[in-house]
C-alpha cells in the first residue's frame, strides 16, 4: 500500500492512537491493582475499600474511553486522585509489609492517572492533561504517606511513567514536518495510474475492435477479384463506415454492455441460448465465408456466460475462426465446447498448416488484441498450440456461472454446415 | 417508523499491517522512536546495575546480561532503520529473545539475594523494547510477544518469591513483574490496532474517490481514444473505403492498396499495444522536460514488457519515485535510464506460443494476409483429419500434464540518473520516496558513485502456468 495518511489527518490519528495506547496502559496498571489488593485483602480486610476506588476508576476509564467527554476526563482526574489518597493510605498502612513509599504497587494507580494525557487532541493539550495528572497524583500521594509510618521515597516509576508519554506525544506533534510534500505525490501517481488503467482498457478495446472491423475489412478487400463488389462485400463496408462514423462506438459498447448485463439471460432455454451467443453468429459468419465448421461438446453451457463475455468469447472466436480461413490453408475447423463447474473451455481446432511463434511475431496483433488481451480482461485464459504442418489448437477458458443444478450437459453433435 | 439503512462494514485491515507497512512515510516519522527507548533501556539498565551492585553474587552474568539488553537495543536500532525497511517478524522475535534472555541472566546473577522484584531493569526494558515496535509491528503479534514475555517474567518472579526482602504472597510479585510488561505491550498493541485502522480506513475512502474521480472522466477519455484512433485512421483508410463503396468496385490497384493499408493500420496497432504505463510516464515527463526548456533522453529498456506485471500499488511508487527523480535540483536530462529484466518468464500479456509438440527447428511456413485458402484434396483432407485428431489429443495430454502452479517470479528494476546535488540532499530528498519503495518491492538497493545515483528494486509476480 502506499497511500499514506495525508498531513491534515497525521496529527488527529496519532493523538487517536496514542490516547487508545494510553488507556490501555491504565487500564493494565488498574486492573493490576485491583487484583493484587484483593489478595492482599485476603489478609488485610481494610484493603477491600481499596478495590472499589480502583474499579470506580477504571469505569470512568472506560466511559472517557468510549465516549471522549471532558467531563468524564475530569470526573477521571478528581476520583483518581482521591483514589490515589485512599489507596496509598491503605496499602501502605498495612504493617510491616512495604519497606518504603516507591512501592510498584503503589505507583500503579499513579500511572494510571497519569495516562489521562492521551486525552489531549494536540500535543500540547496531552501535555498539560499528563502534567496536571502527574502533580495532582503525587501531591495525593505525598499527603497520604504523611499519614503512615512508611518513610518516604520519590517514586521513579510514575515519573518514568509521565515523562514517556510526555516524549510520545511530542514526538507525535512533530513528527512528519519534513515528509508532507511526498504523501501529495503518491497520491497524484496512484490517480494517475487509475487514469492510465482505464485509458489502456479503453485503448484496448478501441484496437481490437479496430482490428476486427478495419484490418479485417482491409484484408477481405485485398483478397477479393477485381470487379464489381459483391453484396457481402458492399454490406460490410456500410457496417463498418457506419460504426466508425459514430464517434460514440466504444461508450455504446459499454452502454450495451451494462445494460445486457442484467440476468436476462438465465431465463432462456438452453438452446435459445445457443442460437442467440456471439458464438453461435460468429461461426455462423465463418461458414458464410465457407468455412466447414463442425461444433461438439456441451454447446448448451455458453448460456452460463453473462452478456459481456459471451459478446467478447464470440469475438475472440471468430477472429480463430477468420485466421483458419486467411491462414490455415484448410477448409474446415472444429469448436468444442467443454465446460466445468467454474469454467467455460472453448477449443478450436484445425488441421492447417500451423505457425511458430517467430514467424507470428509481426503478425501477432490479433492473437494478442482480439484473442488473447479479450479473455485475459474476462479473467480467463488462452493457450495456443501449434506446429508448421500440424495445425492450430486455440483453448479459451473463461469463468463462468456456476453450474445449476437443472443444467444437465446435453453433449450434442452438430454436423457440419 | 422508518428504519435506517445500515452503513456498509468497512473491509478489515490485513492481520499483517503495520504503520509501517501501510504508510511507509509515516513509518519514517516514528523512527527515531528506536533510537530514544533503546538509549532509556540501555541507560536504566546500567543504572539499575551499578545501584544494586551488594545483590549481584555472579559479577559476570550480571555484566552478560547488561550486554545482551544492549545487544537487543542495538538490534531494534537497526531494524528499525527507514533503509532497511520493512522491520520483519523475525527482527522483532529476534530483540524480545534477547530481552527475556537478559532477564534471565540478570535473575541468575542475583540468585537468592534479590533484595525487590521491582527493582528489576530486564521487564522494564523487555517492556519498553515491546513499545517501540508498535509503528513497525502488527497488534496481534505485539500481544503474542508481550504475553509470552510476560509469562516468563511471572514464572521467574514466582521462583524467586522465597527469596525476596518484601513479605507478601508470591503472587503479588509475579503481578508486579508482568504488569512491568504487560502494560507497555498491551499500550503498544492498542497504539498499533488503532492506527492501521485509521490509515486503513482512509486508504479505503480515498481509493473509492479515485475510482469515482476516475469513473467520471471514462466519457471524456472514450471519446479521446476513439478521436485519436479515428484521426489516424481517417486519412487514408476511411476516405479509401467510401470511395471504393462509391464506386461500387475494387480495381487491382485497390486491392494494393488495400494490402498496404492492411499492413500499416496492423503497424500502427501492434507498435501501440506494445506501449506500456511506463512509456506513458516517461512520455509525459519528457514532455514536462521539454516545457522547461531542457533536451531530454529518457531511455527505457524493457523488451520483455515487465512492467505490466507490476501491480498499481507499484506502478504509482515507481511512478512517484521517477517523477521525484526528473525534477530533483540538479537533474541531468539525459541521464535517466530505467531498466527492467527478470529471472522468469516475461508476463504473459506478450503473445507466447506454446511449442506442444512436434520439431522444435521446423523451418516457419510463411503466412501472410494474402494467403487464400488451398483446395484441398480428398488425400489432404484425410490427413488434415488425423492431423487434427493428432493435436487435439497432444493438447489435452499437454493440458493434463501441466496442471496449474504457482510460482514466483521476480523483475528487477534499475534506474540511473545523473544528478548534481550533494548526497545528503538527495538523500532527503528521495526517503519518503524510497521508504514508499521498500513497502511495496523488495531488496530496495541505492548505490551513487560520485553525480550517478543507482536504484534497483525487485518485484515478486506469482504467475500460474498451465492454462494460460
Known amino acids: 500500500m502506499s497511500l499514506g495518511l495525508p498531513g491534515h489527518l497525521v496529527q488527529l490519528t496519532l493523538a487517536r492512537a496514542l490516547a487508545r495506547a494510553a488507556h490501555w496502559f491504565a487500564l493494565t496498571c488498574l486492573m493490576a491493582a485491583v487484583v493484587s489488593v484483593a489478595i492482599l485483602s485476603l489478609h488485610s480486610p481494610e484493603l477491600w475499600v481499596t478495590v472499589g476506588v480502583i474499579v470506580a476508576m477504571g469505569a470512568l476509564l472506560v466511559l472517557f474511553t468510549r465516549h471522549r467527554r471532558i467531563a468524564f476526563a475530569v470526573a477521571y482526574l478528581v476520583v483518581g486522585t482521591l483514589g490515589v489518597y485512599v489507596f496509598t493510605t491503605t496499602v501502605l498502612g498495612v504493617p510491616d509489609a512495604f519497606p518504603a513509599s516507591n512501592m510498584f504497587l503503589v505507583a500503579m494507580p499513579k500511572m494510571a492517572l497519569v495516562m489521562v494525557g492521551g486525552a489531549g487532541i494536540t500535543a500540547i493539550g496531552g501535555v498539560l492533561w499528563s502534567t496536571a495528572a502527574f502533580i495532582l497524583a503525587e501531591a495525593s500521594a505525598f499527603l497520604a504517606i504523611l499519614t503512615t509510618t512508611v518513610p518516604y521515597r520519590p517514586d521513579l516509576f510514575t515519573l518514568s511513567t509521565y515523562l514517556v508519554l510526555v516524549g510520545a506525544m511530542v514526538l507525535a506533534g512533530i513528527d512528519r514536518r519534513a515528509s508532507n510534500a511526498a504523501q501529495p505525490a503518491i497520491h497524484r501517481a496512484v490517480q494517475d495510474g487509475a487514469n492510465r488503467q482505464l485509458r489502456d482498457a479503453l485503448d484496448t478495446r478501441a484496437i481490437a475492435l479496430l482490428n476486427d472491423t478495419t484490418v479485417a475489412q482491409l484484408v477481405a478487400l485485398s483478397l477479393a477479384e477485381p470487379g464489381a463488389l459483391s453484396p457481402g462485400l458492399t454490406a460490410s463496408l456500410k457496417y463498418t463506415l457506419t460504426t466508425l462514423h459514430d464517434t460514440n462506438w466504444l461508450t455504446d459498447i459499454d452502454a450495451r454492455t451494462t445494460t445486457a448485463l442484467q440476468p436476462t439471460d438465465t431465463q432462456k432455454s438452453p438452446s435459445d441460448a445457443w442460437l442467440s451467443s456471439a458464438v453461435y453468429t460468429a461461426i455462423e459468419r465463418s461458414r458464410d465465408r465457407g468455412l466447414v465448421v463442425e461444433v461438439t461438446g456441451d454447446r448448451d453451457a455458453l448460456a452460463r456466460l453473462d452478456a459481456e463475455s459471451d459478446r467478447d468469447v464470440g469475438l475472440a472466436v471468430q477472429h480463430c475462426l477468420v485466421n483458419v480461413i486467411l491462414h490455415a490453408g484448410v477448409a474446415s475447423a472444429e469448436v468444442a465446447v467443454e465446460s466445468d463447474l467454474s469454467t467455460i473451455s472453448l477449443l478450436i481446432t484445425d488441421a492447417g498448416r500451423g505457425f511458430t511463434e517467430s514467424e507470428s511475431a509481426s503478425d501477432r496483433l490479433g492473437i494478442r488484441q482480439s484473442v488473447r488481451r479479450r479473455i485475459e480482461q474476462l479473467g480467463g485464459s488462452v493457450l495456443i498450440w501449434s506446429r508448421p504442418g500440424a495445425g492450430t489448437n486455440v483453448r479459451l477458458t473463461v469463468p463462468a456461472a456456476p453450474i445449476q443444478p437443472q443444467d444437465r450437459p446435453n453433449r450434442v453433435k452438430r454436423p457440419a454446415a | 417508523m422508518t428504519r435506517a439503512t445500515p452503513t456498509p462494514r468497512r473491509p478489515r485491515a490485513p492481520a499483517s499491517a503495520s504503520q509501517q507497512r501501510l504508510d511507509p512515510i509515516g513509518g519514517l516519522a516514528a523512527w527515531p522512536l528506536a533510537p530514544v527507548v533503546s538509549a532509556i533501556v540501555v541507560t536504566y539498565a546500567v543504572a539499575a546495575t551499578i545501584s544494586r551492585m551488594h545483590e549481584i553474587q555472579l559479577i559476570e552474568l550480571a555484566v552478560v546480561s547488561v550486554g545482551v539488553l544492549m545487544i537487543a537495543a542495538a538490534v531494534l536500532v537497526w531494524a528499525a532503520r527507514p533503509d532497511l525497511a520493512p522491520f520483519t517478524r523475525i527482527r522483532a522475535i529476534v530483540i524480545v529473545a534477547l530481552g527475556l534472555a537478559a532477564h534471565l541472566l540478570a535473575a541468575a546473577s542475583t540468585w537468592q539475594f534479590n533484595g525487590m522484584i521491582q527493582d528489576d531493569f530486564a521487564p522494564i526494558g523487555l517492556g519498553l523494547l515491546l513499545l517501540a515496535l508498535a509503528p513497525f ?38 503481578i508486579i513483574a508482568m504488569t512491568q510488561v504487560l502494560a507497555p505491550a498491551l499500550a503498544s498493541a492498542a497504539y498499533s490496532r488503532q492506527v492501521v485502522n485509521s490509515i486503513h480506513r482512509w486508504q479505503t475512502d480515498a481509493r473509492r474517490a479515485i475510482r469515482a474521480r476516475t469513473e467520471e472522466s471514462r466519457g471524456p477519455l472514450a471519446h479521446e481514444v476513439v478521436d485519436h484512433r479515428l484521426t489516424n485512421l481517417g486519412a487514408d483508410v476511411l476516405p ?22 492492411a499492413f500499416q493500420v496492423r503497424r500502427v496497432l501492434v507498435a501501440e499495444v506494445d506501449h506500456t504505463w511506463l512509456d506513458d510516464l516517461i512520455a509525459r515527463e519528457r514532455i514536462g522536460l521539454t516545457d522547461r526548456g531542457l533536451d531530454p533522453l529518457c531511455v527505457i529498456a524493457d523488451p520483455d514488457r515487465r512492467a505490466t ?33 527478470g529471472s522468469g518468464a516475461a508476463p504473459t500479456d506478450t503473445a507466447q506460443v506454446t511449442q506442444a509438440f512436434g520439431l522444435r527447428g521446423a523451418l516457419p511456413t510463411p503466412a501472410t494476409d494474402t494467403t487464400t485458402i488451398a483446395i484441398v484434396t480428398a488425400a489432404q483432407e484425410q490427413a488434415s483429419a488425423q492431423a487434427r485428431t493428432q493435436a487435439r489429443a497432444q493438447a489435452q495430454l499437454h493440458s493434463q500434464m501441466q496442471p496449474r502452479r504457482d510460482d514466483r517470479d521476480v523483475d528487477t528494476i534499475t534506474i540511473q540518473v545523473v544528478t548534481s546535488l550533494p548526497p545528503h540532499q538527495r538523500r532527503r530528498a528521495l526517503r519518503p520516496y524510497l521508504s514508499v ?6 531488496r530496495v538497493r541505492v548505490t551513487s558513485r560520485q553525480a550517478l545515483l543507482t536504484l534497483k528494486f525487485n518485484a515478486e509476480r506469482t504467475t500460474i502456468k498451465g492454462i494460460k
Open chain 2, 137 to 174: 509491528r502488527p497488534w496481534k503479534e505485539i500481544l503474542v510477544l508481550g504475553g509470552s514475555s510476560a509469562t516468563v517474567v511471572g514464572i521467574t518472579a514466582l521462583v524467586q518469591s522465597p527469596f525476596l526482602g518484601v513479605q507478601t504472597p508470591p503472587v503479588l510479585f509475579a
Open chain 2, 437 to 442: 519503495l521498500r513497502a511495496v518491492f523488495t
Open chain 2, 309 to 341: 506485471a507490476f501491480d498499481s500499488d507499484q506502478r504509482a511508487a515507481a511512478g512517484a519515485m521517477i517523477v521525484a527523480l526528473c525534477t530533483l535540483k540538479g537533474f541531468d536530462p539525459t541521464s535517466l535510464v530505467v531498466q527492467i529484466d
Open chain 2, 240 to 261: 479509401f473505403f467510401a470511395d471504393v463503396l462509391g464506386r461500387q468496385e475494387l480495381t487491382a490497384a485497390d486491392i494494393k492498396r488495400a494490402r498496404s493499408l
